[in-house]
């Protein structure tokens, strides 16, 4: 907003500067040069009013832009943050599902090994 702003102010300046020189030049009577003046004037402002309406509509128009692609981030950000919540769940399940085989295992190899160590007492008996 600060560029367009330093763009008005300098079209209102520069067109004001140059009318005033172009009018002061002019062979006219005093009264006629102020009405001439005066027209400019307006004619200047009327331009500023349009271009600072034109810079305020864009700038609306863009801010509209970045909250609609924020409100699509957010939303594409929730899906992310679901998939994962998914896929954390799925992979703790899977780990628990593997700690229950690991220690179903670990559980048959020590009876295994404790049933072993039975027979051998039992052998050398």
Not at 9 to 15: C, K, T
Request: charged share 40%; no cysteine.
């Amino acid at each position: 907003m600060s560029k367009n702003g330093d763009f008005i102010a300098g079209l209102v300046v520069g067109g004001l500067i140059g009318a005033v020189i172009g009018i002061l030049y002019a062979p006219r009577s005093g009264k006629e040069t102020r009405e001439e003046i005066g027209r400019k004037a307006d004619e200047l402002l009327s331009k500023a009013k349009e271009e600072y309406d034109h810079a305020v509509e864009k700038s609306r128009k863009a801010y509209e832009a970045t909250v609609e692609r924020l409100k699509k981030l957010e939303e594409t950000a929730k899906e992310k943050v679901e998939e994962v919540g998914d896929k954390v769940d799925e992979l703790a399940g899977r780990g628990k599902e593997t700690l229950q085989d690991g220690k179903s295992r670990l559980k048959k190899a020590v009876e295994a090994g404790v049933g072993a160590f039975r027979e051998e007492q039992n052998k050398t008996l």
